[in-house]
């Protein structure tokens, strides 16, 4: 089914459906632990969605946080999900603002993964959708023994056009493959085992905060530098992978 006929008609869609198009109206919270600066997505219903709005915001938190001298940063989610992906429901009939959902979600991935700061995901429960893209993009990633990651938007009758790419980059064409056509979902110790995060641990948000304090005594020169490496290694792949993950949403919303 086309998104298309899902925003058109998302008063006749099927609940299952709905899914995708739910709002979830997550909000960002940004705290301090010991002086790392700590952003938590949280939401009523606990899905921790991304919406248009929720990833300004997450932008300029970065940003901020960066501005401020920050050599490390950590990402979280309330409750018992990271990140279940995107929200469309603001998009309910506006391509336009789809299409915008697409460019500033792939515009916040590419920031986060340039940004001098080391950014930390700390996970807890599910990260699904566009949520392994937000994973992909951080530099380090620990999470409970419980997690699980998935790209699942097969079963609401969507394929994973934007999820698809930053999975495909961290487990590989086949595994990303079977993630896609069976919303299969790995476990934290296959997850360890790929490569999708570094540790599994009782406390995501405990270890995020040593490790950041680890780090920060590296230096700024040292981290900068790391940081760089790991951009130059893509050699622009992530960017041009995104903007074309993003021009494909565009056109299903179009229905072409």
Do not use: W
């Not at 992909?136 to 079963?155: H, N, Q, R, Y």
């Not at 590989?172 to 085992?193: D, H, I, P, T, V």
């Amino acid at each position: 089914m086309r998104l298309c006929l899902l925003i058109k008609n998302a008063h006749r869609t099927p609940p299952a459906i709905k899914a995708f198009l739910e709002d979830t109206n997550v909000k960002l919270l940004y705290t301090h632990i010991d002086n790392v600066p700590i952003i938590t997505l949280t939401s009523e219903n606990g899905k921790n969605k991304l919406d248009v709005n929720a990833l300004r915001e997450l932008s300029a938190l970065i940003n901020n946080a960066e501005n401020d001298g920050k050599s490390c940063l950590v990402i979280t989610g309330a409750g018992q999900n990271f990140c279940l992906g995107g929200d469309l429901a603001k998009s309910s009939g506006n391509y336009s603002t789809v299409k915008e959902f697409g460019r500033i979600l792939t515009d916040t991935l590419l920031e986060i993964s340039r940004q001098e700061m080391i950014i930390i995901a700390a996970v807890n429960g599910q990260t699904a959708g566009g949520g392994m893209s937000l994973l992909e993009a951080c530099d380090l990633a620990v999470a409970t023994a419980g997690a699980t990651f998935s790209i699942p938007e097969v079963k609401i009758g969507m394929p994973p056009v934007i999820s698809y790419s930053g999975t495909y980059r961290m487990v590989g064409r086949k595994r990303a493959n079977e993630m896609a056509l069976f919303a299969s979902e790995l476990s934290a110790k296959e997850a360890l085992l790929l490569g999708i995060i570094n540790q599994i641990v009782e406390d995501p948000l405990k270890t995020c905060i040593e490790m950041a304090k680890t780090i920060e005594k590296n230096g700024a020169f040292c981290n900068k530098e790391i940081k760089l490496l790991s951009v130059r290694m893509d050699n622009g792949a992530m960017e041009k992978q995104l903007k074309s993950a993003a021009d494909r949403l565009n056109g299903i919303v179009m229905g072409v």
